[in-house]
């Protein structure tokens, strides 16, 4: 069965400090996709990117960055120089299925606190 | 307005009511999709549905029915509510591209207490 795990419950940081969130995945499939979805305290889910399986390239966005390696099953978020605005929860999930019908399974998420 | 929206926001129902919690999407989306969030779970899938008449249960489905009358409805029912059911659902739709699994597009939420 698929599995996420994000082991880090809550981190808290500086504001301009750097910072990685943990996304740890178990799955049977050789396709795969891997998502990370923000969560503000306004509660809306927030998506922020999407991986297959096949693409092990690591994505830069902005201040935002991710490394996806297969070998260790990790799809780590980076923040760099952390804001107040990324405050927020973090949900790294994994959808095994081609069809996108499955749904996805999320981890329990990181509550990131960015103090300025 | 676009965009998938859930009714009521916030709900207070009594124990062994049934209450209903609307989904609406207007991008025509195939996939829709009911979750659960609660604290220390983070969210879990209770029921989705590929299309029209055609929905299937998720990992949490006990206490919950849904149907799919319209591509554009996904309405999750509590037969009779329970404690344990109070939490904030949200409601999520996606389509299916060559391209593979794509994001799935979140409602707001809906807060239910279950007293």
């Known amino acids: 069965a698929q599995k996420v795990t994000q082991a880090q419950t809550e981190i808290s940081v500086v504001e301009k400090e750097d910072v990685t969130l943990d996304c740890v995945y178990e799955t049977r499939d050789t396709t795969y996709y891997l998502f990370w979805y923000k969560q503000p305290p306004s509660g809306e889910l927030v998506f922020l990117i999407r991986?297959?399986?096949?693409?092990?390239q690591n994505e830069i966005s902005g201040r935002y960055s991710w490394n996806f390696q297969k070998s260790t099953s990790s799809f780590n978020f980076t923040i760099t120089a952390s804001q107040v605005v990324d405050s927020a929860v973090y949900f790294c999930a994994l959808s095994e299925s081609g069809g996108g019908a499955d749904g996805l399974t999320f981890g329990k998420g990181t509550h990131l606190i960015i103090q300025p | 307005d676009a965009g998938i929206t859930q009714s009521p926001r916030y709900k207070i129902t009594e124990t062994g009511r049934q209450v209903t919690l609307m989904c609406h999407q207007t991008?025509?989306?195939?996939?829709m999709f009911w979750y659960r969030q609660d604290l220390g779970h983070g969210l879990r899938l209770i029921y989705y549905s590929a299309a029209a008449d055609i929905t299937d249960k998720g990992e949490v489905p006990d206490g919950y029915v849904v149907s799919r009358s319209k591509t554009e409805n996904f309405p999750l029912t509590l037969e009779s509510a329970t404690r344990s059911q109070t939490s904030v659902y949200f409601c999520a739709s996606s389509e299916q591209t060559s391209g593979g699994n794509n994001e799935q597009f979140f409602g707001p939420g809906t807060r239910l207490t279950v007293l």
């Open positions: 991008w025509s989306h195939s996939y």
């Open positions: 991986r297959n399986s096949f693409d092990e």
